[in-house]
């Protein structure tokens, strides 16, 4: 969210920060954090030092907070979740925290049989009331700001707290998620498909019921539940103290740095690298040459042309390239614009554009084939990546190679104005203002090359571009003030759903930078969202692929993959091990990395 990172280093990093799943909010920083833990003693047999420069601070280290890649890559280490991705995997889950579980009811119950002899880092043994006690605090703590609105999607039935929705109760909420003895018991309202990979999200992770009671967090009962509701955890007693079942315990947190080391009791395998220091450098060229000393393993590179003009080739650098890309974005247009300022005259007279310009489906359709899709892949991705149908990535089970990407073609995109409004658009031309992120050279590439385009077809025809600070676009566009804009999502559980809601539903999370409701997308979606049968989920995807195509809802921007630099004696990175779900940079866990 996740989504931001934003998720794995790319061309497009600078485009991530549109990543709603992914948003690095501010937090409540310390001076200096310390752990109060157990004070155990550090894994036997565990050497050296991982060393990470980043450009951002850590908002949080309390799971039920966190929705972002600065923090998600700590909390994954720190925290573990249920259940986990097998591998490089995005379909296929491995038990983590449980060890085996199995559905039933149709698929409205799912009964977790957990791990026992694991300790939390505190000392405590981790039983079934931490993972109870975390998925009710998940629910009533519940904010658009944390992975939880998708947690209660699936367990009370809507997104929303018990602020915002009263029909949610105590009851609810203890109803879906209790223990049956050593069994841990989720109830769903109806069938979700997505279930299992939502417990896989970092967000998600156990924590330590007794430590989080102790130290001032909700003490998990009904008398009290009420004044947690939608409470902000940002700098929680937990995000100050943090307590989970991990293969490192945290140490200390600065304003400049984060550091953290292997835990001895480990239930499972034990970690290699003895300490992880995570420094905050906000200056690329420091984390640059701190990297290529050898004093930094891992860096914020600054995406793929620094990578490939400054990095590759030099002396102890190796490079895995061609990673995978779990990202999608497009650039909305607004059907209702809800900014009067940016409608110019409010009319089809060449001076400006009504609320509802982008509602005549040729206008869309000419747009889309302006967009020049091959120079974008050129000039920003250094050639990599490959034209999209959908924004759902093509590496996601639903996308559907099948179907044939939008061409940059400006006879059709010409054809297409000279119908738009009645021949109006062509005869009277138009006046409109799009919009990019401040800073953002990607984003800025992509909107002069629409415009370029745009206004070669017809001298009647302008298109203004400006860029804003990314607080005033994410304010705008949530309010449909905005024209056109980049819009982009990074997961945050590995499936079509997460995408295809959210860029394309009535109800979806981006409705307010589209303004369309489509009867047959939203059917389409809600049969996906009630149905476990892969094969039809999938074709239903297709279905709503085609018929987004048709009706041209975004200008849609090419798939991106990634690159990762690194020292070359950091072992356990490779293609086949990368999992572009979690959040640390290289893929994997911290404790499946060594250094030779």
Known sequence: MKNSLSLRAAALATLALALAACDNRNANNNSGTTSAGGGTSTASGATGTLVVQESADIPTLDPGTTYD????????????TLLTYQGSSLSDLRPLLATEWRAANDGREYRFTLREGVKFHSGNDFTCADAEYTFRRNLVTNTSDSGNWFLSESLLGTGSNANDDSSITWERITNAVKCDGGTLVFTLPKVDPAFLSKLAYTGQSIVDSEHAKKIGEWDGTEATWKAAVGQDLTGSPLAQN??????????????????????????????????????????????????????????????????????????????????????????????NIKDASLLGSGQLNGQGIPANFFSDVDVRRGFVASFDVPTYIEEVQGGKGEARNFLLPDTFPGYDQSLAAPEFNLDAAR????????????????????????????????MEL???????????????????????????????????????????????????HTFYASDGYYQPRLNFKDAQIDGWIGEARTITDAERRNELYGQVARRALDQAYYVLMPSNPGILAYRDNLQGISRETFNPMLAFRTGTYWKDLSKS
């Open 450 to 500: 629409l415009k370029r385009n745009i206004e070669s077809l017809n001298p009647k025809f302008r298109v203004n571009i400006q860029s804003k600070q990314w607080s005033e676009i994410l304010e705008d566009g949530g309010a449909g003030r905005e024209v056109m804009i980049i819009t982009g999502w990074a997961p945050d559980y590995a499936d079509a759903d997460n995408f295809v």
């Open 242 to 335: 943090p307590s989970g079942t991990g293969a490192y315990r945290f140490l200390q947190k600065t304003s400049s740095a984060l550091t953290a080391e292997a835990f001895a009791d480990y239930w499972g395998e034990k970690a290699k690298i003895k300490n992880v220091i995570i420094q905050v450098v906000p200056e690329q060229a420091a984390r640059q040459q701190a990297f290529l000393r050898g004093d930094a393993d891992l860096i914020e590179t600054g995406g793929r042309p620094i990578v490939e003009e400054q990095l590759r080739g030099q002396p102890g650098v190796a490079v895995l390239d061609d990673l995978p890309d779990i990202s999608a974005f497009g650039i909305s247009m607004n059907q």
């Open 415 to 446: 054809q297409a104005f000279q119908r738009a409004w009645g021949g109006r658009v062509w005869q009277q031309g138009f006046t409109l203002t799009a919009t990019y992120r401040a800073g953002s050279v990607p984003a800025q590439t992509a």
């Open 69 to 80: 890649t600065s923090s998600g890559q700590v909390v994954e280490n720190l925290y573990e």
